[in-house]
């Protein structure tokens, strides 16, 4: 009889065991319902790892790796995360992987210094101005010197375009200040890192910006 029961129980923990698939996380210790989810299904398993591998590749070479941590954390809580099944979980995964591969295809990074990809102007005057009397005083104007990524997209000011780096965001300028061929470059180089070069201005209420006095400079590597 117990004999019978040792090998009741040896193959039950053998087939718990093949219901739970390898990934990049100790799947003894998930908890949430899409690590389990992760766990139990073999494609997916095998897309965590893979994504892991690239990731830890990109998280090697990029030029500022705290802006590579900020993107994963914020791609596991906005798009991974938010998922109900299976099918969402794959396509997730399946973007991600492919976003890193073309990250990982224009790395390292090495700017082309000697001439700026796209030079943007200080903000016409009267757009300076209006901001001025809505906006907080200036407290203090200092050279920007920045590594980020390129992202397009829209406030309560209107559409523009900002410099991703970690946790600093600074819109770089609004569409009505940009003509057609400035947005069609900064688009081609979106999600890319660029080197940007203007001056940042701290405000009284200590938020920051770039100054819309400033002319801003961005370099970015060959093709």
Known sequence: MKVTLAIS????CLVAMSSVHSASFDCAK????????????????EADEKLNVVYKEVLAKSPV???????????????RNTCKDADCLERAY????????AQLEKLPFKPVLDKPLIVLPSSPA???DAAAKIGSA???KEPLELIGRVSEGHDVAGANFAINSGKQYYVIRY???????QKDVLTKIENQYVLLKARLVTYKDRSKGIDPDSEVQIFAQLP
Do not use: Y
């Open 65 to 79: 790796p705290e802006d590579t941590r900020q993107e994963q954390l914020e791609w596991v809580k906005q798009s």
């Open 94 to 101: 399946t973007s991600r992987i492919s976003d890193l591969q």
């Open 126 to 128: 009267e757009d300076r």
């Open 9 to 12: 129980a040896v193959a039950t």
């Open 30 to 45: 998930a908890k949430t319902k899409v690590d389990k989810l992760i766990c139990s299904d073999a494609r997916l398993s």
């Open 175 to 181: 569409g009505w200040n940009l003509t057609d061929e």
């Open 138 to 140: 200036v407290v203090k």
